[in-house]
């Protein structure tokens, strides 16, 4: 089962911040972050283990709740180049699948 | 760096024709998996291989099948195209995982190939 992103789309001024969130169903074992710019190929952000701990990355940081069974990707002082759809992908400890989000679309305008 | 290489970015077929799309990825990496990308649906999994001659199915295998017969490549197969398979195919690799029970290693996406079945 997908898991459900939040919001399906947000648009900041560069500068802004923004938080997606990511959410299961069911219990999770990892939470992983990718980030697809228009034509181009999805690109790997960061992975959240089972065991809470927050990750960062620049500007870009992250959470895992393990007992909410959700994960928020944290983005600070946006920059142009943040623009693009994210994606969460769950794994439920099933044979090492990930089940991906529908995506979240960044737009930052100057 | 990691490259994954799909053979087309662009493909037009016609209904009823079989189809091959190939991935090549050249970091040694023993999971393999192809994805379609539709609009507001995201990135769904039709089929993964963790090993040569190995595969799985994923969550939408129906009308697809898969071939792995050297580790670095990975080839899709439509049997028969059929108009609702018009999308966007991703591949992707990853290193084998660490044994743990969860997915610690990223996946590594080819750039796509957009296919039109007409």
């Known amino acids: 089962q997908q898991p459900v992103q939040s919001p399906q789309a947000v648009i900041l001024r560069e500068g802004e911040d923004a938080v997606i969130n990511c959410s299961s169903s069911?219990?999770?074992?990892?939470v992983h972050w990718y980030r697809q710019k228009h034509g181009e190929a999805p690109v790997f952000l960061m992975i959240?283990?089972?065991?809470?701990e927050q990750k960062g990355h620049d500007k870009i940081s992250a959470s895992f709740n393990e007992k909410k069974q959700q994960s928020s990707l944290y983005l600070t002082a946006s920059q142009l180049s943040y623009s693009g759809t994210y994606f969460c992908?769950?794994?439920?400890?099933?044979?090492?699948?990930?089940?991906f989000g529908k995506g979240t679309l960044l737009t930052v305008n100057p | 760096d990691v490259k994954v290489t799909q053979s087309s970015r662009y493909l037009v077929k016609r209904t009823g024709e079989k189809v091959f799309l190939e991935c090549v990825q050249d970091?040694?990496?023993?999971?393999m998996f192809w994805y379609r990308q539709d609009p507001g649906l995201g990135l769904r999994l039709i089929y993964f291989?963790?090993?040569?001659?190995?595969?799985e199915k994923g969550d939408i295998p129906e009308g697809y099948s898969v071939s792995r017969e050297k580790k670095e490549r990975f080839s899709l197969i439509l049997e028969s195209a059929s108009t609702n398979q018009t999308s966007m195919y991703l591949c992707?690799?990853?290193?084998?995982?660490?044994?743990?029970?969860?997915?610690?290693?990223?996946?590594?996406f080819g750039d796509g190939t957009r296919l039109s079945i007409l």
């Open positions: 992707a690799s990853r290193p084998e995982t660490e044994l743990t029970p969860y997915s610690n290693q990223p996946q590594h």
């Open positions: 069911k219990a999770l074992y990892s």
């Open positions: 959240l283990l089972k065991g809470g």
């Open positions: 992908g769950t794994d439920g400890g099933s044979n090492y699948k990930l089940t």
């Open positions: 970091m040694d990496h023993e999971n």
């Open positions: 291989s963790y090993d040569v001659k190995m595969k």
